[in-house]
């Protein structure tokens, strides 16, 4: 099983991290940033947090070169800060600019990615959680890319939009691809990586997880409303 497979759609194998890596080369830096920018902006069907942690994997064992010199993880963590980052621009503009036509029932793949039913979701997300959605969401496959588009077409102030997000983005990188330059080396990640894919995953989830069990918490602590009472 590879990463690839993990996706709900099942792309093909070569949207595997580890094959992507390996075949760039010494393009692979800015393979994956192109690649890492495209998924923030508006394409959700990608290994974001699979290729980050496989990145700082790669990076830790010398593989991901510029020529012949290794690159160094200073250098990795600000190209792929800079590509999270400009590509939750680029898909705010999308989602203020032409968003709505976006969101229209079609058929095939773009149908499923863009559904209209993921507006009306994502609505009750940032009514919910405000503009911490931005930092929440950049965790969870999918959800990051749409509330991206969503802050767009809601026309939540840029000002308010960049600076969560900057935050979500600067986290997400930082953490995943630091995660797989200091565990990767590790014996038994390297031996299962497709484990270790599947263990992002549901790490990535838990940020979403803790909210809801704090949501929760306060519905039933909240006190009976006196008619209801009655």
């Known amino acids: 099983m590879t990463c690839a497979a993990l996706i709900p759609l099942l792309l093909p194998s070569w949207l595997d991290p580890e094959v992507i890596i390996t075949s760039l080369g010494n393009w692979a830096l800015w393979g994956v940033a192109l690649i890492i920018f495209v998924e923030c902006a508006i394409f959700p069907i990608l290994p974001g947090d699979s290729l980050l942690f496989a990145v700082g994997m790669f990076t830790a064992l010398g593989t991901?070169?510029?020529?012949?010199?290794?690159?160094?993880?200073?250098?990795?963590?600000?190209?792929?800060?800079?590509?999270?980052?400009?590509?939750?621009?680029?898909?705010?503009?999308?989602?203020?600019?032409?968003?709505?036509p976006l969101f229209k029932p079609r058929p095939g793949l773009a149908g499923k990615i863009f559904?209209?039913?993921?507006?009306?979701?994502t609505h009750l997300f940032f009514e919910k959680y405000g503009p911490r959605a931005l930092i929440l969401a950049r965790f969870v496959p999918l959800v990051r890319t749409l509330v991206t588009l969503i802050a767009g077409i809601s026309k939540m102030s840029f000002r308010t939009f960049i600076s969560y997000t900057a935050i979500g983005g600067i986290a997400w990188v930082l953490i995943v691809t630091t995660a797989g330059y200091f565990l990767g080396n590790i014996p038994v990640i390297k031996e299962h990586f497709e484990l270790a894919c599947i263990l992002i995953v549901l790490i990535s989830l838990l940020p979403m997880v803790w909210e809801w069990i704090k949501a929760r918490r306060a519905a039933h602590q909240a006190p009976t409303s006196p008619s209801k009472a009655a």
């Open 64 to 100: 991901i070169t510029y020529g012949s010199t290794p690159t160094t993880i200073a250098v990795i963590y600000v190209v792929l800060l800079i590509a999270a980052v400009a590509g939750n621009i680029a898909g705010y503009w999308v989602g203020h600019l032409i968003g709505p």
């Open 115 to 121: 559904d209209p039913k993921h507006i009306d979701k």
